[in-house]
């Protein structure tokens, strides 16, 4: 059985910083390509970033780029996101999701984590 599991979500001020993770089990971690996604309020589902199996790739919403990151550690089974200089619109639910083929740039994913709050105040 797969399971995502987010971690690091929370309250923090304007122009702070939070680091996601997610840790997966289940599935053969380094054979897939792993993706950041967001829902705030009244909003639809929102691509952040994607990483692929190696972590030599990753492709950021382009709204995104310069501040967010994504990483990840096969060894540890883990994809990270580093989120710097936030801001209030970028609250949200963020969700962490697995796939094994298709363009890193694709939406559709596999499996899904039950997601992480982030509240950034002003």
């Known amino acids: 059985q797969v399971q995502l599991v987010e971690s690091g979500g929370g309250l923090v001020q304007a122009g702070g910083s939070l680091r996601l993770s997610c840790a997966a089990s289940?599935?053969?971690?380094?054979?897939?390509?792993m993706g950041w996604f967001r829902q705030a309020p009244g909003k639809e589902r929102e691509f952040v970033a994607a990483?692929?199996?190696?972590?030599?790739?990753?492709y950021s919403a382009e709204s995104l780029k310069g501040r967010f990151t994504i990483s990840r550690a096969n060894a540890k089974n883990t994809v990270y996101l580093q989120m710097n200089s936030l801001k209030p619109e970028d609250t949200a639910v963020y969700y962490c999701?697995?796939?094994?083929?298709?363009?890193?740039?694709?939406?559709?994913?596999?499996?899904w984590g039950q997601g992480t709050q982030v509240t950034v105040s002003s």
């Open positions: 999701a697995a796939k094994s083929s298709g363009f890193l740039w694709g939406t559709t994913y596999d499996h």
């Open positions: 289940g599935l053969t971690f380094g054979s897939y390509t």
């Open positions: 990483i692929n199996w190696s972590g030599n790739t990753a």
